[in-house]
Every structure is written in structure tokens, then in C-alpha cells.
């Protein structure tokens, strides 16, 4: 009987289903906080000294919501630290009507050591969340509030907007990312997103918004930016050929910028044929 029920247990335990366990991800590695960074410049293009304002930047790490007021900081004395200007810092800009903001993640503050008035606050650079993503990031490990699991470790990703005040004077700065969108990594990718700008400068034109093209037209010139590098990667026979269509592209925009600004419709949409004629010359 005995002998009976150990060769029945073997034969479930041969039949039992094996059950892998994964582990939980190990933590990403480097800081788990780091250095917002923001730069503004005032309308004269000088930038606002850190004693002349008052900034605060809105966060969101996918549902996750933080708001973050940041100090003044003012430029390091002596040493080899330079000032390379608005807008080279190494961060994201947005511009307004009047003014630049610049936000950038130092992830080791040490090494970037401020070479301009600015504005900073540390931030979390990593967050907690379950696998299946029950609730919302926490800033904190423990358990998933929803589903109960074990919630793991991930490298931040966020969105952000920035609120400069300076006496009566208010800019609201949107649509920084962390970390930055690099851009298209195929030609066939930036072609597509020039179309689509083609698409939404049309729109414009119909409606008469003629003020709101150079906004669009700027990101045309941004990916005919990034044709120029990815043309490395084609045959070399292509090569020139593609460099040359994306400089076309930058100079047509720089036209159409200029017909805009001029409002003069008839100009911009001859642009807008002869840049949709350049995209279509580009390989696949």
C-alpha cells in the first residue's frame, strides 16, 4: 500500500505543471535622484538672475504628479567654468512669445557645475510600480495600494511644465520630456514627421493663421537636421544625394518662414509643394 502511494505521488509530481518565479528587476543603475536644472532668459535675451524671479515646474511621471519649487542658483566664481549662452546648456528649450526656458536633468551635479544664473530642485530619477501597472508611480518601494505586488524599480521618465513669475510678468513653458525625445532614427521616420508638419502648416494656411507656421516650420528644420546625420548610414553612392535634399528642406523652410511673416499665403504653399517634393525624393 505504501510502496502503492509513493508511485501515485510520483506520477502527479511528473504530471505537475513547473512554475517559473521571476524575479523582481534589479534597480536601474546610477543616481536615484538627480538635479532639475531650469535657465531662463528675459525678453532683452539676458538671463533672469536668480533673485528676479520665481519658478516652479509641474511633473508628471506617467500619473505620477509632483510640483517642484526651485531655488536660485547663481553662476560658480573663477575656474574653467563658461558660459556657452541661452539655450547651450545641454537641456530642452522652449521659447514663448518673449521669453526661453531651458530645462535640464543633471543626473551628477558635481560635474555640471552652473555657468549661469539658474533655477534647481532635486528630483526623483527613479520610481516604483507594480509589472502590470495597476496604480500610479510611487516615489517609495512597497507594495502595488491595487493588486499587492511588489513594486519594482524603473529609470523616471516625466513630462513637465515650467512657470516662470518676475513681477507681474508670467511665462508658462510646456512639452519638456525626460529624457529628451532624440528624435526620428530613420530617414523614412523623419519624412513622416515632416509630412505631418506639411499637414498641420496646410491647416494653417487654409485658416489664415499665417503667425503659427514658423513654430511648425522650426521642427521641419529640426528633422531635415537629423536626415543630414542618418544619411551616414546610407549607401555612399546616396549619400550626397541626401544631404543636399534635406539642406533643400531647410532652405525652403527658412522661405516659407519668411512668406509667412510677410503673409503672403500664395508663397507659402508653393514652399509647403516644393518641400512635399523633396520629402517624396528621399529613400525609403
Do not use: W
Not at 538671463?47 to 517642484?68: F, N, Q, W
Not at 547651450?88 to 558635481?110: F, I, M, P
Not at 523616471?156 to 525625445?181: I, M
Not at 522661405?255 to 509643394?273: G, H, M, Q, R
Amino acid at each position: 500500500m505504501t510502496r502503492a502511494l509513493v508511485l501515485l505521488s510520483s506520477a502527479l509530481l511528473a504530471l505537475a505543471p513547473i512554475t517559473i518565479v521571476r524575479a523582481a528587476d534589479d534597480p536601474p543603475k546610477g543616481p536615484t535622484e538627480g538635479v532639475l536644472r531650469i535657465y531662463v532668459t528675459d525678453t532683452k535675451g539676458e538671463p533672469v538672475a536668480g533673485g528676479k524671479a520665481s519658478v516652479t515646474a509641474y511633473l508628471d511621471y506617467g500619473g505620477l504628479k509632483k510640483t517642484v519649487t526651485l531655488d536660485p542658483v547663481e553662476p560658480k566664481k573663477g575656474g574653467d567654468v563658461k558660459d556657452p549662452g541661452a539655450g547651450k546648456h545641454g537641456g530642452q528649450v522652449v521659447k514663448t512669445d518673449d521669453d526661453s526656458v531651458e530645462l535640464l536633468v543633471v543626473k551628477d551635479a558635481a560635474s555640471r557645475p552652473v555657468a549661469a544664473p539658474a533655477f534647481e530642485a532635486r528630483i526623483p530619477l527613479v520610481v516604483y510600480q507594480d509589472s502590470m501597472k495597476d496604480a500610479p508611480p510611487s516615489e517609495t518601494p512597497g507594495s502595488c495600494p491595487k493588486c499587492g505586488m511588489a513594486m519594482e524599480a524603473h529609470s523616471a521618465t516625466f513630462s513637465a511644465v515650467v512657470t516662470v513669475k518676475s513681477g507681474e510678468h508670467t511665462v508658462t513653458a510646456k512639452g519638456f520630456h525626460y529624457p529628451a525625445d532624440q528624435g526620428p532614427k530613420s530617414i523614412a521616420d523623419a519624412a513622416k514627421m515632416i509630412t505631418g508638419n506639411l499637414d498641420r502648416i496646410d491647416a494653417l494656411i487654409t485658416s489664415g493663421k499665417l503667425a503659427g507656421i514658423r513654430k511648425v516650420a522650426k521642427k521641419v528644420t529640426g528633422a531635415s537636421k537629423t536626415i543630414v546625420n542618418l544619411a551616414a548610414a546610407r549607401p555612399a553612392g546616396e549619400q550626397a544625394t541626401v544631404k543636399k535634399a534635406a539642406e533643400d528642406i531647410a532652405d525652403t523652410c527658412a522661405a516659407l518662414t519668411k512668406s509667412a511673416k510677410a503673409n503672403n499665403a500664395d508663397d507659402c504653399k508653393k514652399a509647403v509643394a516644393r518641400l512635399r517634393a523633396l520629402v517624396a525624393s528621399l529613400p525609403k
